[in-house]
């Protein structure tokens, strides 16, 4: 089957882009034909967010060199875009692109037997709104049967409690009520769908759980990367607090270790020297190190697939349910912060299996949900 893919947009999130990657390659290994809907929303809307940027750079420039700010050095305009572009362009398989109001607007019809929605936090009203309405997320530009005939997959609510209005969540759950098999990557998800868009679910591992470490060597060795001199520990920080900055200073004075940490799409060492960061440099950062910190949960999915000790600093503003489903997946407890995790390879095959089950079963064009 020719299979459309519904997820965030591709601009530079880590996560988020190895997680289409990883969807669109399980689909493509399974003798599928699959592209990722390359929308966008209005062009104004990425004109001024580009003008923003442009000033932030020149403010936070102008602030180093006067030396206000020599622990936050300037970004590289657009660093983030190139990084997405330039994943994208060697690694997914994409649609033309698209405006996501001139689809109802010219009734812009698609070419897919059926599609797959998800994964990363594609229903949670709150970072779905800049670029489209919600119930764009539950497929509502498309034919009625060919929404019968489609599913999600591990899609993310991002938290426990659902963001829709009263008028999305009437709509959304027509919807949904009409996909042939829904799934959702946490448990909050799922009692999201049963108890309030009133649809039966399945819980299902992140699209990134799907391949295995080797999967991902491909990845980096495009690189062709020098090799690493010493040993160092790998930090991955969203959202920086002075807790957390004081926690990696502890951790480090502890284990005698320099920390390299992505921040702002760079590696930058204890020094403070800055290496941009592409998708490869970033899967080599996580798998080469002695220890991970991170409050990021594709850091801690990508610490698990290469077997990695890792110290997860669970993240609230980002949603705590993510975290609780992801360790119960794996059947760990989070733990207080400072807690080390190392999670068998074993049991990553086991919850892959059962994800690729999911798609296999669902995937047959003679089942349609009733």
Same mark, same amino acid.
């Given at each position: 089957m020719k299979i459309g893919i519904l997820t965030h947009p591709i601009h530079g999130n880590y996560g988020g882009m190895l997680q289409a990657f990883a969807l669109q390659t399980t689909l493509e290994r399974m003798g599928h034909r699959t592209e990722l809907l390359k929308y966008a929303s209005f062009p104004e809307h990425e004109f001024i967010k580009n003008i923003f940027i442009h000033i932030k750079y020149r403010i936070r420039k102008f602030l180093n060199l006067a030396g206000f700010s020599s622990t936050l050095p300037p970004i590289q305009p657009f660093l983030r875009e190139k990084i997405a572009k330039d994943f994208e362009r060697q690694f997914l398989h994409t649609s033309s692109p698209v405006q996501v109001a001139d689809i109802a607007r010219d009734n812009i019809q698609f070419d897919y037997d059926t599609w797959v929605v998800g994964s990363d936090q594609v229903w949670r009203g709150a970072y779905v709104r800049p670029m489209a309405s919600l119930p764009f997320f539950f497929l509502n530009f498309i034919p009625e049967d060919i929404r019968r005939r489609s599913i999600s997959y591990a899609a993310s609510f991002g938290t426990n409690v659902w963001e829709g209005t009263p008028q999305e969540t009437e709509e959304c759950k027509r919807l949904l009520n009409e996909f042939k098999a829904v799934s959702s990557r946490?448990?909050?998800?799922?009692?999201?769908?049963?108890?309030?868009?009133? #649809? /039966?679910?399945?819980?299902?591992?992140?699209?990134?759980?799907?391949?295995?470490?080797?999967?991902?060597?491909?990845?980096?060795?495009?690189?062709? !990367?020098?090799?690493?001199?010493?040993?160092?520990?790998?930090?991955?920080?969203?959202?920086?607090?002075?807790?957390? #900055?004081?926690?990696?200073?502890?951790?480090?004075?502890?284990?005698?270790?320099?920390?390299?940490?992505?921040?702002?799409?760079?590696?930058?060492? /204890?020094?403070?020297?800055?290496?941009?960061?592409?998708?490869?440099?970033?899967? #080599?950062?996580? #798998?080469?190190?002695?220890?991970?910190?991170?409050?990021?949960?594709?850091?801690?999915?990508?610490?698990?697939?290469?077997?990695?000790?890792?110290?997860?600093?669970?993240? /609230?503003?980002?949603?705590?349910?993510?975290?609780?489903? !992801?360790?119960?997946? @794996?059947?760990?407890?989070?733990?207080?912060?400072?807690?080390?995790?190392? @999670?068998?390879?074993?049991? !990553?095959?086991?919850?892959?299996?059962?994800?690729?089950?999911?798609?296999?079963?669902n995937l047959s064009p003679h089942v349609i949900h009733e």
């Open positions: 946490e448990f909050g998800g799922v009692r999201i769908c049963r108890e309030i868009l009133g #649809r /039966s679910c399945e819980q299902m591992p992140d699209p990134a759980l799907l391949l295995n470490s080797t999967d991902y060597e491909h990845i980096i060795e495009n690189e062709q !990367l020098a090799p690493i001199e010493k040993d160092y520990i790998a930090a991955y920080i969203l959202d920086e607090t002075p807790e957390k #900055r004081a926690f990696m200073r502890e951790i480090a004075d502890q284990e005698l270790m320099d920390i390299q940490e992505v921040r702002h799409h760079c590696i930058i060492s /204890s020094h403070n020297n800055r290496i941009p960061c592409s998708v490869g440099r970033w899967l #080599r950062h996580l #798998r080469d190190s002695r220890l991970v910190l991170t409050d990021s949960f594709h850091g801690c999915v990508f610490s698990m697939i290469f077997n990695k000790p890792f110290i997860c600093m669970e993240n /609230s503003a980002r949603g705590t349910n993510r975290f609780e489903s !992801l360790f119960q997946m @794996v059947g760990e407890q989070t733990g207080p912060l400072g807690t080390i995790h190392k @999670v068998d390879r074993d049991k !990553l095959k086991a919850i892959a299996a059962q994800g690729k089950k999911y798609l296999k079963r």
